[in-house]
């Protein structure tokens, strides 16, 4: 009997670093998902994110909206999340919108 992962014999580095990535790709998209479904309630302006890393300690997030919306990103981000974020702020008239 013989174990295959990946249609390649069994090896538990190959498994783990497989294991580690999907959770990384995941953590990464509900980052994402949180960031981006923040939005300013006056203007309708969603901030633009970009999550960025290979591992769990080294995940980072640019986020990008006018400086009413990135305070509002900072006072829902929790103290973690905001540790990895470079906020930079853009006007209003490039400001995003979801449709």
Do not use: C, W, Y
């Not at 390649?8 to 990535?21: G, I, Q």
């Amino acid at each position: 009997m013989s174990i295959t992962f990946n249609g390649k014999p069994f090896d538990p580095d190959d498994f783990t670093a497989a294991l580690m990535s999907a959770a990384v790709e995941q953590i990464k998209a509900q980052l994402h998902e949180r960031i981006t479904s923040i939005r300013l309630p006056s203007t309708g302006e969603f901030p633009v994110a970009h999550v960025t890393g290979t591992a769990l300690d080294n995940i980072a997030v640019r986020v990008e909206a006018s400086a009413e919306l990135l305070k509002l990103v900072q006072e829902r981000a929790g103290g973690e999340d905001l540790k990895r974020m470079t906020l930079i702020e853009r006007t209003a008239t490039n400001s995003h919108k979801r449709f």
